[in-house]
């Protein structure tokens, strides 16, 4: 079975990782592909449903797997007894022809690094790294990369890339 292309997109806090994905998915989608995307949160207790609803109530009463299933989508999710590597997760996606995942800086997997002006330095490995999106006062700062440049808000420049390097490999 082939596995689904994935990039990850990192980057510090603030870096505008998010707005990026948003607007890859949006160009993604704009050119027939079908996306799923993965939002790594490193803090444990986010709420994904809404209390006293009743999915929120079957959580609350003990129930390890909650599905909500309507005419129009479906949503599941789950307790874990411990964090899930992306390689755990990735199996669980099928449908889609890309995955755009913002963090999981360690994984070791195709990476886009977005750049603020108040960053110094890059945080990916270098071996994973297949592009840099930083803002403009920040382009200067990553003369000598061997990976191409791109401008924060060049989306179709950045999809252009990302066709070439997972989606036509």
């Not at 009463?61 to 309507?70: E, L, T």
């Not at 700062?141 to 990976?147: E, S």
Request: glycine residues 8%; charged residues 25%.
């Amino acid at each position: 079975m082939m596995s689904i292309p994935i990039v990850t997109v990192i980057g510090r806090s603030g870096s505008g990782k998010t707005t990026l994905l948003e607007r890859l998915v949006a160009e993604f989608k704009a050119r027939g592909y079908r996306v799923a995307t993965i939002k790594h949160h490193s803090h444990a207790g986010f709420e994904i449903d809404v209390p006293g609803k009743d999915s929120w109530r079957f959580a609350q009463a003990g129930s390890d797997v909650v599905i909500i299933a309507a005419p129009d989508k479906i949503a599941q999710y789950e307790k874990l007894e411990r964090a899930l590597s992306i390689e755990e997760i990735l199996p669980r996606i099928t449908g889609v022809d890309l995955i755009l995942a913002e963090g999981y800086s360690q994984a070791r997997l195709p990476s886009i690094e977005v750049v603020g002006s108040e960053s110094k330095e890059l945080i990916s490995d270098p071996r994973q790294l297949i592009a840099v999106a930083a803002d403009n006062h920040a382009l200067g700062l990553l003369d000598g990369l061997t990976v191409p440049r791109f401008a924060r808000d060049a989306v179709p420049e950045i999809a252009n890339l990302i066709e070439r390097a997972v989606l036509q490999a």
